[in-house]
């Protein structure tokens, strides 16, 4: 019985810590970061009507994407903070 209560809460904390917030990012560092993406666009790209992004997976997707294009790329912790940046600023998908 116990062992079974110890799985369950093992469990519970996977499940918590795979759980996609934007809050594992730090946007305000993401603020700073995201000066080198404004080489090719300015934030306009990222409020209606030109954003195409719906979706938090999607933001993500796009940023890591872009970053190919960076030299030197970004770390994933920083990948985290951007989108945690654009979402707080622009998007708002995460709630
Ligand atoms: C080489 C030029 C270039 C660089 C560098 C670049 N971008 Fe972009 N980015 C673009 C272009 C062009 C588009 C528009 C693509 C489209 O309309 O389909 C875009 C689109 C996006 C979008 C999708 C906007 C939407 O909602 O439709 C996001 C998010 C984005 N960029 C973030 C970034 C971030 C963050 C960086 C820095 C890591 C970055 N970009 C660096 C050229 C660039």
Same mark, same amino acid.
């Given at each position: 019985?116990?062992?079974?209560? !110890?799985?369950?809460?093992?469990? $519970?904390?996977?499940?918590?810590? *795979?759980?996609?917030?934007? #809050?594992?990012?730090?946007?305000?560092?993401?603020?700073?970061?995201?000066?080198?993406?404004?080489?090719?666009?300015?934030?306009? !790209?990222?409020?209606?009507?030109? $954003?195409?992004?719906?979706?938090? *997976?999607?933001?993500?997707? #796009?940023?890591?994407?872009?970053?190919?294009?960076?030299?030197?790329?970004?770390?994933?912790?920083?990948?985290?903070?951007?989108?945690?940046?654009?979402?707080?600023?622009?998007?708002?998908?995460?709630?």
């Amino acid at each position: 019985m116990k062992r079974c209560i !110890l799985l369950f809460a093992v469990a $519970a904390s996977t499940m918590l810590a *795979s759980t996609p917030l934007s #809050a594992a990012g730090d946007p305000g560092k993401g603020e700073q970061l995201h000066r080198a993406c404004l080489g090719c666009h300015g934030t306009e !790209l990222y409020v209606p009507p030109r $954003a195409k992004v719906k979706t938090l *997976s999607a933001l993500r997707k #796009a940023v890591a994407e872009w970053n190919d294009r960076m030299n030197p790329k970004f770390t994933k912790r920083e990948i985290d903070d951007l989108v945690a940046y654009l979402d707080r600023d622009f998007y708002h998908l995460a709630r």
